[in-house]
Nanobody, 120 residues
Framework: QVQLVESGGGLVQAGGSLRLSCAAS????????MGWYRQAPGKQRELVAM???????NYADSVKGRFTISRDSAKNTVYLQMNSLKPEDTAVYYC??????????????WGQGTQVTVSS
């Protein structure tokens, strides 16, 4: 099993910044990719940013140029630097890790979520 713990959420004004952290523990050798999703009230959960095992990154169009995903392999930690925050960024942010694919399935792991609220 993989355990993911997020931190760094909070309340900020529009235009402000936050840095989210996700620390992985457990069977970290099985992690193939890590990233961030978010879910606002009444909306579907959406991908924000993702690291693949090869180091490539993907960002949602809505956050490109404002958010940056990074990692510290020595600490088994992934970060999400969020700048120029907008009220529409308000959501619960979830750290996600994907296991190494097999012929039948790919394991998915989720953190408990951290609330980000951006006031207008």
């Amino acid at each position: 099993q993989v355990q993911l713990v997020e931190s760094g959420g909070g309340l900020v004004q529009a235009g402000g910044s936050l840095r989210l952290s996700c620390a992985a523990s457990g069977s970290i050798f099985s992690i193939n990719a890590m990233g961030w999703y978010r879910q606002a009230p009444g909306k579907q959960r959406e991908l924000v940013a993702m690291f693949t095992s090869g180091g490539s990154t993907n960002y949602a169009d809505s956050v490109k140029g404002r958010f940056t995903i990074s990692r510290d392999s020595a600490k088994n930690t992934v970060y999400l630097q969020m700048n120029s925050l907008k009220p529409e960024d308000t959501a619960v942010y979830y750290c996600n890790a994907k296991g190494i694919p097999t012929m039948t399935s790919t394991d998915d792991y989720w953190g408990q979520g951290t609330q980000v609220t951006v006031s207008s």
